[in-house]
């Protein structure tokens, strides 16, 4: 059963628009959100992580909003650049340590 | 300055064929993870060490081991490689295992099997 639901799976978006990427949980054990970016032929790298008592995060073109009765949390890339191309995975983590559990992944395409 | 180096870059083996995998970390970090991830989909965590302690996933077959011989470095071994063991293999490593511990990850092995 997957624990944490990404969508959309694939997102093309013009140069200097903004990309959405939502996800959706089940466990309300989780409580530390990151986000991953990985390009092809690399591993994943951490590209930003909220924590459940805050609603929203921003480190420059990247944002984070969380909603925790919903359940759900989002990244949004704006203003978004063809270097931003790349698969984006949410991931959840709680007590039972430090295991990711990842979404699906987006891959997202910006064109120039 | 490369934090989690894996090796080799690109692996091929023949189908039934014992291979290893290498991961070696410059960060000191107390875990080590290996994950198996398959075309267009998401990492799927195999087993972790948290210093020489080794944990297994539920799901993850016997044909996958590991061997963590000091702090640094990380094996994994797949005994007998199947048409569906090809995929990337991704080490990672994070200070400890509490949550928040950020998980850093190398570059991945590609593992083909012919």
């Known amino acids: 059963q997957q624990q944490v639901k990404q969508s959309p799976q694939s997102l093309i978006v013009q140069k200097g628009g903004i990309s959405i990427i939502n996800c959706a949980y089940e466990n309300t054990a989780f409580d530390y959100f990151p986000w991953y970016q990985q390009f092809p032929g690399k591993g994943p790298a951490l590209l930003i992580a909220?924590?459940?008592?805050?609603s929203e995060k921003k480190e420059g073109r990247f944002t984070i909003s969380f909603n925790k009765s919903a359940k759900q949390f989002s990244l949004h890339i704006m203003d978004s650049q063809p270097g931003d191309s790349a698969t984006y995975f949410c991931a959840a983590t709680g007590n039972a340590g430090n295991m990711l559990t990842f979404g699906g992944g987006t891959r997202l395409m910006v064109k120039p | 300055d490369a934090m989690v180096i894996q090796n080799p870059r690109y692996q091929v083996t023949q189908f039934g064929k014992p291979v290893t995998l290498s991961c070696s970390q410059t960060?000191?970090?107390?875990?080590m993870y290996w994950y198996q991830q398959k075309s267009s989909q998401a990492p799927k965590l195999l087993f972790h060490?948290?210093?020489?302690?080794?944990?297994n996933e539920a799901d993850t077959p016997d044909n996958f081991q590991s061997r963590r011989p000091n702090t640094s470095f990380c094996f994994l071994d797949i005994r007998s490689p199947g048409l569906g063991d090809a995929a990337m293999y991704l080490c990672?490593?994070?200070?400890?295992?509490?949550?928040?511990?950020?998980?850093?990850f190398g570059p991945g092995t590609r593992l083909t099997v012919l």
């Open positions: 060490y948290y210093d020489k302690d080794f944990n």
């Open positions: 909220i924590r459940p008592d805050v």
């Open positions: 990672a490593t994070s200070r400890e295992l509490a949550t928040y511990n950020e998980q850093f």
């Open positions: 960060l000191n970090h107390n875990v």
